[in-house]
């Protein structure tokens, strides 16, 4: 009889929960995918769908939070389709690929390691499926260099490769902190009170394949005190940390993954990252 309350009382506290989220179709939406229904597949039939990326949809909740789910192949019924074991015919992931998005984004560690850097998640379902965070605002490519702090928008940091630099330039001033085979780096020094940048001539290279060694002096001179200067910024600062440690391409750092919560910049999708071997205990 105890055992039995116990459940009751959880049920009850986990359906308060998931109403105060996304009312009565969330619990239902839940409900539903215990069942054995694709969560993607229910998602569809339950609320407004804002987007997606390579192994997740997102659908609205309302004005203050969102549902992330898996993406997972169903008929009409919502029952799976496939094995989950294997390769996704559209994207290559397989469903544990898929389920590390939502795990790493749902890491209590990870929010402390990296304060205000990612949506902050409320929900998490048991295979984490689905998890409920919190909505940002989507940004544009110009927004995002004006709140990088950086010059204005012009076609030489839009559709040049000078935004696309200036990411892995940032990228590897932020790893001064770990070891580095300064026999295998570019090392350029600035004022003794300015942060020193180092570029790895293997990943300095822009989607054109021009180098850093290859731009103009003064071209190069005037990106790297961008660099400094912009990383000046905690918050910044700590964003490139936090994609140089998790490990996400710099191919990633588009404004369809960037968004603004509070007037900060979020990154929004972890669907790239690798296995989090950097993070500190």
């Given at each position: 009889m105890?055992?039995?309350f116990?459940?009751?009382?959880?049920?009850?506290?986990e359906?308060?929960?998931?109403?105060?989220?996304?009312?009565?179709?969330?619990?239902k939406?839940?409900n539903?995918?215990k069942?054995?229904?694709?969560?993607?597949?229910?998602?569809?039939?339950?609320f407004?769908?804002?987007?997606g990326?390579?192994?997740?949809?997102?659908?609205?909740?309302?004005?203050d939070?969102?549902?992330?789910?898996?993406?997972e192949?169903?008929d009409?019924?919502?029952?799976?389709?496939?094995?989950?074991?294997?390769?996704d015919?559209?994207?290559?992931f397989?469903?544990?690929?898929k389920?590390?998005?939502?795990a790493?984004?749902?890491?209590?560690?990870?929010?402390q390691?990296?304060?205000d850097?990612?949506p902050?998640?409320?929900e998490v379902?048991?295979?984490?499926?689905?998890?409920?965070?919190?909505?940002?605002?989507?940004?544009?490519?110009?927004?995002l260099?004006?709140?990088?702090?950086?010059?204005?928008?012009?076609y030489q940091?839009?559709?040049?490769?000078?935004?696309?630099?200036?990411?892995?330039m940032?990228?590897?001033?932020?790893q001064?902190?770990?070891?580095i085979?300064?026999?295998?780096?570019?090392?350029?020094?600035?004022?003794?009170?300015?942060?020193?940048?180092?570029?790895k001539p293997?990943?300095?290279r822009?989607i054109?394949?021009?180098?850093?060694?290859?731009?103009?002096e003064?071209?190069?001179?005037?990106?790297?005190?961008?660099?400094?200067?912009?990383?000046?910024?905690?918050?910044?600062?700590?964003?490139?940390?936090?994609?140089?440690?998790?490990?996400i391409?710099?191919?990633?750092?588009?404004?369809?993954?960037?968004?603004?919560?509070?007037?900060k910049?979020?990154?929004?999708?972890?669907s790239?990252?690798e296995?989090?071997?950097?993070?500190k205990?």
């Open positions: 105890k055992l039995l116990e459940n009751w009382r959880k049920f009850l506290n359906k308060k929960e998931l109403e105060y989220f996304g009312g009565d179709n969330l619990v939406f839940s539903e995918v069942t054995g229904k694709v969560a993607n597949c229910v998602a569809k039939k339950m407004k769908r804002l987007g990326g390579s192994t997740r949809e997102v659908f609205s909740l309302g004005e939070f969102v549902l992330k789910v898996i993406k192949n169903s009409k019924d919502c029952s799976p389709v496939g094995d989950p074991k294997k390769p015919e559209k994207t290559g397989v469903r544990g690929q389920i590390v998005s939502n790493n984004e749902a890491d209590l560690k990870m929010q390691d990296y304060p850097v990612f902050k998640t409320y379902a048991e295979d984490y499926s689905w998890i409920v965070s919190e909505r940002v605002d989507p940004i544009h490519e110009d927004d260099i004006k709140m990088l702090g950086l010059p204005e928008p012009d940091w839009i559709m040049g490769n000078k935004l696309r630099l200036f990411f892995e940032a990228i590897q001033n932020v001064l902190g770990q070891e085979n300064e026999s295998e780096t570019y090392r350029f020094v600035g004022d003794d009170d300015d942060a020193t940048v180092i570029m293997e990943v300095v822009d054109r394949g021009t180098s850093a060694e290859e731009l103009e003064k071209e190069k001179q005037e990106l790297l005190d961008t660099v400094k200067q912009v990383l000046k910024d905690p918050h910044i600062r700590m964003i490139f940390r936090a994609v140089d440690e998790l490990r391409p710099p191919r990633e750092l588009r404004d369809d993954n960037f968004g603004v919560k509070d007037g910049l979020v990154i929004l999708d972890a790239v990252w296995e989090r071997v950097n993070l205990e």
